[in-house]
């Protein structure tokens, strides 16, 4: 069973920068993919940024240009950096990975704990 540790949120002013980590405790290296969702109050969980094995990435076009998704297999751990926080990015942010369970044929989804990440205006 993978389990996944998120660490980094906090409270920051509109502007300021936060950096999240999601250590894993199997190698990162076989995930398909893995990445960053938030869920604000009253709201459905949305994809923040993605990173595929390949190392491709993609974002929400709301955190595009702020937001920036990477990973060090050699730590197991995946970050987001993110900057010019807004109050809008105030969620609790999850990180995930996906890993395709060849027996099932279907990709296996594992959470983190999440985060609260809270920028005050």
């Known amino acids: 069973q993978v389990q996944l540790v998120e660490s980094g949120g906090g409270l920051v002013q509109a502007g300021g920068s936060l950096t999240l980590s999601c250590a894993a405790s199997d190698s990162i290296f076989s995930f398909n993919a893995m990445g960053w969702y938030r869920q604000a109050p009253g709201k459905q969980r949305e994809l923040v940024a993605v990173i595929y094995s390949s190392g491709n990435t993609d974002y929400a076009d709301s955190v595009k240009g702020r937001f920036t998704i990477s990973r060090d297999n050699t730590k197991n751990t995946m970050y987001l950096q993110m900057n010019s926080l807004e109050p809008e990015d105030t969620a609790v942010y999850y990180c995930?990975?996906?890993?395709?369970?060849?027996?099932?044929?279907?990709?296996?989804?594992?959470w983190g704990q999440g985060s609260q990440v809270t920028v005050s205006s």
């Open positions: 995930n990975a996906k890993l395709f369970n060849s027996g099932r044929k279907r990709f296996e989804n594992y």
